[in-house]
């Protein structure tokens, strides 16, 4: 009767792979031409991801395309927070400063002016009450009303009658403001994202398509690695990889909708916040959102692999359910660490929204380590009987 050990080498006999040898130059050609081949269909890719976009925008379609339509997903978070931003800030001041302005306003402006005057028309000299009352002072306006306007109240015009009515109006200059960037906020004509250079938004345009195409490519790319590194793997190694792929996609791709959908837009509005308390306006550079909008979420991709890790340290018998479970002050303080020192922000919104996930996926760890344990390192000093040669 044959040992295990002689039935695992039986399995997989040193000479699985004599009919896949290769020399080392072999190999750096073999690692050459996978290489090519990947290029070859991430380029192929992007120049498709170009052409869709070009249509999308001949036909008016902000839905086809690749690259334009994912730069409007990772810009869509901070746009609409800085918009909301704004426009919160502009309800508040209408309701605090401009409500009945109507009322024993003209002897208010008559005394500013004067003071005004007095100092040379310096503003520095006036309070912050008599520079609102003074900007805020009704002004005249010129505008044209469409004779048409009154047809329902005073009918059809004479012939030769003018068209339109040339007259001026008093209209309050913080009314006109104020109407201005809820109009912006409402229709959407104002962009919250600056650029520093005309090139800029070319470059992160490009960017962001190479990033699609990386994306899109993945299947592929995946192939031609795996083509050239499964080549050298036993079977049960293969097993292995099969086996831990599907929940290890699945989880990076939860962290990455997570962060994107959640995580972002709710930073964004935290961060907001300090700006509408310290009343400052917030300026957000494009190629800076960029690179947190694109680094965060595979952040959060790789950080949702943390049950992985702890179920590949049960199996090798290094760490129980129980050991996770007595050390879970110690994991809570090294995963509050990871996170502080992972997230490119130094904010403790941001941490925190890494961190509470994580923390949820260690303690999930925990039960897939109870009901699915691993090797036990006692039974390692026990010689089994089927390990002796009989």
Not at 264 to 289: M, S, T, Y
């Amino acid at each position: 009767m044959l040992s295990r050990k002689s039935q695992h080498s039986h399995e997989y006999p040193d000479d699985i792979f004599d009919d896949t040898r290769m020399t080392f130059g072999e190999h750096l050609e073999e690692l050459r031409m996978r290489m090519i081949r990947a290029l070859v269909g991430l380029v192929a890719l992007m120049c498709v991801g170009f052409v869709l976009d070009g249509i999308g925008s001949a036909v008016g379609d902000p839905r086809i395309g690749i690259g334009k339509p994912m730069f409007d997903v990772i810009t869509h978070p901070v746009e609409t927070q800085v918009r909301d931003f704004y426009y919160r800030r502009t309800m508040k001041a209408q309701e605090e400063k401009l409500k009945d302005k109507q009322t024993s306003v003209e002897d208010e402006v008559e005394r500013v002016r004067k003071k005004l005057n007095e100092n040379g028309n310096a503003l520095s000299e006036l309070t912050d009450e008599e520079r609102r009352i003074l900007l805020g002072a009704p002004q005249e306006m010129p505008v044209m009303i469409p004779v048409a306007a009154f047809t329902p109240v005073f009918g059809q015009p004479k012939e030769g009658a003018p068209t339109e009515i040339v007259t001026t109006i008093k209209v309050y200059p913080g009314y006109i403001s104020s109407f201005s960037s809820q109009g912006d906020a409402l229709v959407g004509a104002k962009g919250y994202l600056t650029t520093l250079s005309a090139q800029e938004s070319l470059v992160v345009y490009f960017k962001v398509s190479i990033v699609c195409g990386i994306v899109l490519a993945s299947p592929w790319l995946l192939y031609q690695f795996w083509a050239f590194v499964g080549a050298g793997m036993y079977p049960h190694e293969k097993r292995y990889i099969r086996i831990i792929f599907l929940p290890s996609l699945i989880l990076f791709v939860a962290g990455v909708l997570l962060c994107q959908f959640v995580v972002l837009p709710g930073a964004v509005k935290a961060l907001l916040k300090f700006n509408e308390w310290l009343k400052i306006d917030p300026d957000i550079r494009l190629n800076e959102w960029l690179g947190l909008a694109l680094i965060l979420p595979l952040v959060f991709g790789l950080s949702f692999q943390t049950p992985l890790v702890m179920i590949f340290l049960n199996r090798i018998g290094m760490f129980s359910a129980a050991d996770y479970l007595r050390k879970w002050r110690g994991a809570c303080f090294v995963l509050a660490l990871f996170a502080a020192l992972i997230t490119p922000t130094p904010d403790l919104v941001t941490m925190g929204y890494l961190f509470v996930p994580m923390y949820g996926l260690y303690l999930a760890g925990i039960v897939f380590c109870y009901y699915f344990p691993g090797f036990d390192p006692a039974d390692a000093d026990q010689p089994a009987a089927e390990e002796i040669a009989v």
